[in-house]
């Protein structure tokens, strides 16, 4: 943590994303604080509802982020 890495990672992943997707849709769990917080650094909007049938019924935190 705190080298930029997950950053960096992310950014790859966005950028080849940007190729085929128009948004990135991602879900977690209400207790991955801090996953929260640095998806919600890197532009992730919290929505109400999920995009479809994930099969993450766990996962309370709904993240979009258009690219």
Known sequence: R???IGRD???KVESEA????KKIYLETAEN???AIKFY??????RIEKPLGNTGHC????L????L
């Open 63 to 66: 993240l979009l982020k258009d």
């Open 32 to 34: 991955m604080v801090e």
């Open 18 to 21: 940007k190729n085929h997707y």
């Open 2 to 4: 705190g080298l930029g």
């Open 40 to 45: 919600e650094k890197n532009g992730y909007k």
């Open 9 to 11: 990672l992310l950014l």
């Open 58 to 61: 766990s996962c309370g935190v």
